[in-house]
Each structure stands twice: as C-alpha cells, then as structure tokens.
C-alpha cells in the first residue's frame, strides 16, 4: 500500500515518541492506516491534515459533552494527539462501538445530504448495508446530530454491533 507509506511512517515516529508498541495492523482505508498497541489502545495516523483535525475536532466535541456512548454503542476516548505527526491514539473499544470520525461534519450536514439525489443513493445503499437493523443505526445517527455530529462515512465496521447481535 505505498498511498498509506508517510501515514504508516508517522505511526512510527509516533509510537518512537511515545514508547509504544504495535501489535497488529488494525485496518487501512482512505484516511489513514490504524494500529492496535500492547495496551489497551489504538494509533491512528491520517493521511491528510484536514482529516486528522477534523477527527480530533470530532473527539474533544465528544469529550466537552461527557459523550462516551451513543445509544449503547461505545466511543473511543481519545488519549493523546500529535499535530505534527497527524496521528492520535485512543482508547480500545469492543462491539458495540462507533469510530472513525474523520470524515464527520461538525455543525453541518455534508454538502451532498442537500442533493435529493445523491442522498437518496446514499440512503439505499446504507439501508441495504445494514439491512434490518438500519432503524437502531439512524437513532445512533439522530443521537450524534444533537451534539453537532454529523457522521458521513456510516458503514458496518464503523459502526459495528454486539457480536451477539449478529444476524443468523
């Protein structure tokens, strides 16, 4: 994956910085690569400024509020951040859970919800995602709008339910 190469390069020298450790590669995906470390925790490095600002925004809105859930669905608490590095590390969370906010509007809905279209293809296709359980995740939804959250990038893993919640 070279495109996520200076992100993975800034997790390094950020756990240098910090002492920490990874154990694993969490994931990858547009906006950055996430690493698990030794402690109970996860790195984040993101691949562009404005998306790492955008996601601690997410977070200290969260914190000022007292938010750790959201309708039964716990919120990383964000540990550290580094500014230079682009790169922040929160706490581990299990199912059920709701993360990644890089891509959320704070204050605003995202441009496109205005276009009747391109929201409407949106909703489809996160309705078909989610299938039945898609009435639980527009109450997580309406709950993160209240505190000025809008979430955009609203996907399974992203939002992720008990194991035990599982369809059969």
Known sequence: MPHFQEAAERAERFADRYGTV?????????DGIVFGTSAPSADKALRHDRLYRNEIAVYRRLEQQ???SV???RIPRLIRADDERWTFEMSWVTPPFVLDFAGAYLD???PWAG????????????????GERWSVVTGVLATFRRYGVYLADVKPGNIEFAHDDADE
């Open 22 to 30: 990874y154990t694993t590669e969490l994931g990858a995906g547009y």
């Open 115 to 130: 276009d009747e279209e391109v929201y409407g293809a949106w909703l489809l296709e996160k309705q078909e995602q989610f």
């Open 66 to 68: 007292g938010v750790r």
């Open 71 to 73: 309708e039964g669905f």
């Open 108 to 110: 605003r809905e995202p």
